[in-house]
Nanobody, 115 residues
Framework: QVQVVESGGGLVQPGGSLRLSCAAS????????MAWYRQNPEKARELVAL???????NYADSVKGRFTISRDNAKIMVYLQMNSLKPEDTAVYYC?????????WGRGTQVTVSS
């Protein structure tokens, strides 16, 4: 079993920055991908960014150039640095770990971008 816990959400003004953190623990014994998704009431859950075990990254077009995903393999953590935030970035952000073909999710952290 794998446990995933997010932290770092909050309220920020447009143009501001936030850094999300995600810690994974449990039976993590092989290569795994870590990712951030987001969801608001008006849209389906969408991929924001992912980082593979070899460090390759992928971003949604809507966040390219503004968000940066990174991981710390020793601590089994993933981070999402979010800059130049926009109101449309408002959502619940979920951390995801893909291990041996199984998806593990955190409970999410709310990010609200508003003046």
């Amino acid at each position: 079993q794998v446990q995933v816990v997010e932290s770092g959400g909050g309220l920020v003004q447009p143009g501001g920055s936030l850094r999300l953190s995600c810690a994974a623990s449990g039976s993590i014994f092989s290569r795994y991908t870590m990712a951030w998704y987001r969801q608001n009431p008006e849209k389906a859950r969408e991929l924001v960014a992912l980082v593979t075990s070899d460090g390759s990254t992928n971003y949604a077009d809507s966040v390219k150039g503004r968000f940066t995903i990174s991981r710390d393999n020793a601590k089994i953590m993933v981070y999402l640095q979010m800059n130049s935030l926009k109101p449309e970035d408002t959502a619940v952000y979920y951390c995801n770990v893909v291990l041996a073909g199984r998806y593990y999710w955190g409970r999410g952290t709310q990010v609200t971008v508003s003046s």
